[in-house]
């Protein structure tokens, strides 16, 4: 079939073959069909959508456009996790060594911050001499030795990706389900994992703005793992404020440490037990969700996780005195206060506005070539509940060496708003959405 009549087979709302959207992508890649008809196809399928086969056959050809890496010598069944983007996210910091040292192997292939969201990988990067770039090889090595690896993804890795969403990027179609959903499973896929947990976020803070967007993206999340033989397990979770107190890359690393320790703010513990619990399901480590998260539980509170991760970040190059002592990681040059205008109770703290307000002051990038500053952040004292006095401290930024205090400080006063009345607060998990029935054995959807 023409392009063109591909194209307009999708903007007349008719379903495509498979063999259509594979030829589609192997031409786009080969340099046949030129990047406006592929642009124009993509504005196609943001208003008509993709059908579950049309959405199967676009994540398979965009998965085979490049590398998939092969994981089956290693016996053990392996989990990886991935979320949607939040500000002040580390939870896969605190959740993989945890999730690794209750027995299940984790091969995290995490991305950069872009914008208002940070990276794990920025967030790594903080510790001094940590590579995140490891040969697939020595990659497949410490995840057999450690049951981990936390690296990044090569460039030979889904190379449709990097060409459809620099396209989506600049067509005003990055915000559709079926797009979003074939580019993180591709990805996901292309690890050679068994098994993926995925926390979807909606909110402020989040790609997905309201619970029913999120709802819908998970949907289709799942139902392309499950097509694809893979155990898949969303959790809808709310982004409505940031994720514990720290928004930045070194203080963030800090913060996981904590919660390693078994410490750290509540929201991230809670959080990262509820995923963490769900991998040990999905990895044959657990019965149930309750006792998986129970599992998790125990590996912050006796530190096992936090020996974990300290033996990845030997393995990995990585400065492993920073694990007892964070203190030496990157600290700001200066501190500063943002107080609050008013006094009363905070009712919401717009994540988006944290997180840019952190990307101002350098912790953020605004385009892929950009660098991070691992000192530059936002220290988030005063979340959604608490009592505030007129003047006390919000929040504080953490100064790297990029200007924009003033922009900085007037989005993080935008960010917060304080009433009286007592906030209404969405649930930290509003919904799981599973491939497979709770309980049924892992080998069922590897099979
Ligand atoms: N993350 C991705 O990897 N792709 C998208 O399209 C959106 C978020």
Request: one cysteine or more; hydrophobic letters at 45%.
């Amino acid at each position: 079939m023409r392009p063109v009549d591909v194209i307009r087979r999708k903007r007349d709302g008719e379903e495509l073959s498979p063999d259509a959207i594979r030829a589609l992508i192997a031409g786009l890649m080969s340099g046949e069909i030129p990047t406006y008809q592929a642009a124009a196809w993509l504005m196609a399928v943001y208003f008509r959508g993709l059908g579950r086969a049309e959405l199967a056959a676009l994540t398979d050809a965009m998965l085979h456009s490049g590398e998939v890496m092969d994981l089956s010598s290693i016996a053990a069944v392996k989990v990886d996790k991935h979320s949607t983007g939040g500000v002040g996210d580390k939870i896969s910091l605190c959740l993989a060594p945890a999730v690794a040292a209750c027995g299940v192997a984790v091969p995290m292939i995490s991305g950069r911050g872009l914008g208002h969201t940070g990276g794990t990988l920025d967030k790594l990067e903080s510790i001094p001499g940590f590579k995140v770039d490891l040969a697939p090889a020595r990659f497949l090595e410490v995840v057999r030795e450690h049951g981990l690896a936390l690296i990044g993804q090569t460039a030979t890795v889904v190379p449709a990706d990097r060409l459809l969403y620099g396209l989506r990027d600049v067509t005003a179609t990055v915000e559709s389900i079926p797009l979003i959903a074939s580019s993180i499973m591709s990805k996901k896929l292309a690890e050679g994992i068994d098994a993926l947990v995925l926390d979807v976020k909606f909110g402020a803070g989040a790609f997905m703005k309201t619970l029913k967007d999120a709802r819908a993206l998970a949907e289709v999340l799942v139902a392309i793992g499950a097509d694809a033989g893979k155990r898949v397990t969303a959790l809808v979770t709310a982004m409505d404020q940031p994720i514990g107190r720290a928004v930045g890359n070194a203080s963030e690393m800090r913060e996981a440490i904590e919660v390693l320790k078994g410490s750290g703010p509540e929201d991230t513990r809670a959080l990262t037990v509820k995923l963490g619990g769900e991998m040990l399901v999905l990895g044959g480590a657990a019965a149930d969700a309750a006792a998986g998260e129970e599992r998790i539980a125990e590996a912050l509170a006796s530190g096992a996780g936090l020996d974990r991760l300290r033996r990845v970040v030997i393995a990995q190059g990585g400065d492993v005195r920073v694990i007892d002592d964070p203190s030496l990681l990157p600290q700001p040059r200066a501190r500063v206060e943002v107080p609050a205008p008013v006094g009363g109770i905070v009712q919401t703290i717009d994540a988006e506005k944290i997180g840019r307000a952190a990307m101002v002051l350098g912790a953020g990038r605004r385009k892929a070539e950009d660098d991070v500053d691992a000192t530059a952040g936002i220290e988030v004292l005063h979340k959604v509940g608490d009592h505030v006095r007129e003047g006390s401290p919000l929040c504080v930024l953490e100064l790297g060496d990029a200007a924009g205090v003033a922009d900085a400080r007037a989005l993080a006063l935008e960010a917060y708003t304080i009433a009286d009345a007592v906030p209404r607060r969405a649930p930290l998990v509003a919904a799981v959405i599973r491939s497979h029935e709770p309980g049924s054995p892992p080998e069922a959807a590897t099979a």
